[in-house]
């Protein structure tokens, strides 16, 4: 044993919460945060990057106000309505959902594009723990 004990040796390795760092000078936990990022906090790196970001937002208030424009308020109004319902129906919280009738609804079901091959759900790092995210979800966490 080296000259500091076994005592000191026992109370480096057990956590005591009266001698924890607490406050702004608690240092940051990877295990459970994670890494910080920067990105975040940055602003957008490229001008179109905002606009790309609400792409479909922006596509389908321009869909909805040329379907105005043409059949009148009633036909967007539908169609929108069919939207909400649409997005409220989902699979439990841990499960990946494809959105199938919202693709069938704006037409982008016969299209293949890029989060159809690189966003496989099979071969994501994130899969959380099923009732812990039930729980989560219901409010009883």
């Given amino acids: 044993m080296n000259s500091r004990g076994a005592a000191s040796l026992l109370k480096d390795s057990i956590l005591i919460p009266e001698l924890s760092a607490s406050g702004s000078f608690e240092g940051h936990d990877l295990l459970r945060r994670g890494f910080t990022s920067v990105k975040s906090e940055l602003l957008p790196s490229h001008p179109l990057e905002p606009s790309e970001k ?11 106000a040329t379907l105005r424009n043409i059949q009148g308020l009633h036909a967007s109004l ?25 693709d069938t609804l704006r037409g982008n079901d016969e299209c293949i594009g890029f989060e159809d091959i690189l966003n496989d759900p099979s071969q994501s790092e994130v899969m959380g723990e099923p009732h ?10």
């Fill in 54 to 64: 609400n792409f479909q937002l922006n596509q389908d208030k321009t869909n909805f």
């Fill in 78 to 102: 539908k169609l929108q309505m069919e939207f909400r319902a649409v997005k409220q129906v989902q699979r439990l919280p841990f499960l990946h959902s494809s959105n199938i009738a919202l």
């Fill in 132 to 141: 812990m995210m039930m729980e989560y979800k219901l409010g009883l966490l």
